[in-house]
């Protein structure tokens, strides 16, 4: 059983940042990639980013490339989500999921509560 806890949401405007922290229960966080997704009111919970476990390889969706950031910290089991010039779309839940690397929700096994990201023009 692994535990995941997102935190750092909330209201921002336009063109803002926040970090987003995922922390995760055990000593084997080190072992799962993790992946970031979101979910807008309506829509599909759709792909963000994902860090292979090793913290080597990332992939991150076209719609935030180049503003959204993955890392991981094996020490601490906490992965981070880093937003830079926040738009109105972004404005999602967000969730954090350990798995495998990938960018399908099928390759993840656990999932966090979600945290919520709103975004204002």
């Known amino acids: 059983q692994v535990q995941l806890v997102e935190s750092g949401g909330g209201l921002v405007q336009a063109g803002g940042s926040l970090r987003l922290s995922c922390a995760a229960s055990g000593r084997t966080f080190s072992s799962y990639a993790m992946g970031w997704f979101r979910q807008a009111p309506g829509k599909e919970r759709e792909f963000v980013v994902a860090i292979s476990a090793t913290g080597w390889s990332t992939n991150s969706a076209d719609s935030v490339k180049g503003r959204f950031t993955i890392s991981r910290d094996n020490a601490k089991n906490t992965v981070y989500l880093q937003m830079n010039s926040l738009k109105p779309e972004d404005t999602a839940v967000y969730y954090c999921?350990?798995?495998?690397?990938?960018?399908?929700?099928?390759?993840?096994?656990?999932w966090g509560q979600g945290t919520q990201v709103s975004v204002s023009s």
């Open positions: 999921a350990a798995g495998s690397y990938g960018s399908s929700r099928l390759s993840y096994t656990y």
